[in-house]
């Protein structure tokens, strides 16, 4: 069966970077587009972008894509989302989910906590 | 990004139904039929319930449906259950460079 399992918590501090890892089974990755979506304590979903299946290449939310790098291990069968310049208000759940525009498969989310 | 709009909160006795609603614009909801359904339970991951404008997914229940008039889209629930208590979210392709926006959710209660 199709599943998404992300990589564990992180802490890190103002001005690091954290790299998510999201492991696909039951399914090759490159064959769907991966989603990557984030959410705030409390707050709603923000779409952060998404590989093409079509393409292979990322799509990045504009306010995000100086910041943001999505990748794929194919030989892994692994995605990857990296955010670099972390601030407290990056602090989320980072959720990956199959697919570009109808999520079907979702990860069980990574949170991710900025804070000095 | 622009978030779809939707109300921050509906509420409906066990058994009535109710309609959310999902606000866009022609460059999303009214240009596309790519409009999806997210649930979404307490500390859970969001689950699809409707893709492009009305189609289920297999095992999400028949109470779940969905429709688009012009720029808005809607999911009705009927025989509210008290499990359909959640948030729910809509979502869209949009024309330009973010191709992909969420609407700002609706908390669900079932009284």
């Known amino acids: 069966q199709v599943q998404l399992v992300q990589s564990g918590p992180e802490v890190k501090k103002p001005g690091a970077s954290v790299k998510v890892s999201c492991k696909a089974s039951g399914y090759t990755l490159n064959d769907y587009g991966l989603t990557w979506v984030r959410q705030a304590p409390g707050q709603g979903l923000e779409w952060m972008g998404w590989?093409?299946?079509?393409?292979?290449?990322?799509n990045y939310e504009q306010n995000l894509q100086v910041r943001v790098t999505m990748t794929t291990d194919t030989s892994t069968n692994t995605a990857y989302m990296e955010l670099r310049g972390l601030t407290s208000d990056d602090t989320a759940v980072y959720y990956c989910?199959?697919?570009?525009?109808?999520?079907?498969?979702w990860g069980q989310g990574t949170l991710v906590t900025v804070s000095s | 990004q622009s978030a779809l709009t939707q109300p921050a909160s509906v509420s409906g006795s066990l058994g009535q139904s109710i309609t959310i609603s999902c606000i866009g614009s022609?460059?999303?909801?009214?240009?596309?039929?790519?409009v999806s359904w997210y649930q979404q339970h307490a500390g859970k991951a969001p689950t699809l319930v409707i893709y492009e404008v009305s189609n289920r997914p297999s095992g999400v229940s028949n109470r779940f449906s969905g429709s688009k008039s012009g720029n808005t889209a809607s999911l009705t629930i009927s025989g509210l259950q008290a499990e359909d208590e959640a948030d729910y979210y809509c979502s869209s392709y949009r024309s330009g460079n973010t191709p992909s926006v969420f609407g700002t959710g609706t908390t669900v209660t079932v009284l």
């Open positions: 590989t093409s299946a079509y393409s292979g290449y990322p």
């Open positions: 022609s460059s999303d909801v009214g240009g596309y039929d790519y």
């Open positions: 989910a199959r697919g570009s525009v109808n999520l079907e498969y």
